[in-house]
């Protein structure tokens, strides 16, 4: 619409073929188990953008961004996943002279459907360090079919999940 403003349309096909060569056993089943899966998504986004930042040597100084974004799962066949999801994200930064500003954010989300994605909130931006998750983040659907929001300072990371999630920071 104009130097800063927008309309972005994403349209994009992921398919998932995970095998697994080494079994587990599986005790209640007394049996070895292998946990192949097979997984498909066509999604289409549509997002409004705004962008008026200006940039600084370490990151934006002054302006604002948002973007307001729906997506939508087209399933195509019947092992698609089916969900669709409403996310904003609004950011406004403060220039307060030399190389210091301020900066506000806030953001949030929410998916529907018979295969909601997966919002994973916690954690510092590029953290170095490990740290231990459970098994549903490697899973297909929390690798592939979720979002991980941070910066949530203070938490580990994957340490709140669900299928909304609003967050502030400062």
Do not use: C
Request: hydrophobic letters at 30%; aromatic letters at 20%.
């Amino acid at each position: 619409f104009s130097l800063f403003r927008r309309l972005q349309l994403d349209f994009s096909h992921l398919y998932i073929d995970r095998t697994y060569y080494d079994p587990r056993f599986d005790t209640e089943l007394d049996q070895w188990v292998y946990d192949d899966q097979n997984e498909s998504a066509t999604t289409a986004d549509i997002a409004l953008v705004h962008d008026n930042i200006l940039w600084g040597m370490t990151g934006p100084m002054n302006g604002s961004r948002w973007k307001l974004k729906f997506e939508r799962s087209v399933p195509l066949s019947s092992d698609s996943k089916d969900y669709w999801a409403m996310e904003f994200d609004y950011r406004k930064y403060w220039h307060l002279g030399g190389q210091y500003s301020f900066a506000f954010r806030m953001a949030g989300g929410s998916t529907f459907g018979s295969d909601k994605k997966t919002y994973y909130l916690g954690g510092n931006t590029n953290n170095i360090g490990s740290s231990s998750v459970g098994d549903d983040v490697y899973s297909v659907d929390g690798f592939y079919f979720s979002k991980i929001i941070t910066p949530l300072r203070g938490y580990d990371y994957f340490e709140f999940q669900g299928s909304k999630y609003g967050v502030m920071n400062f």
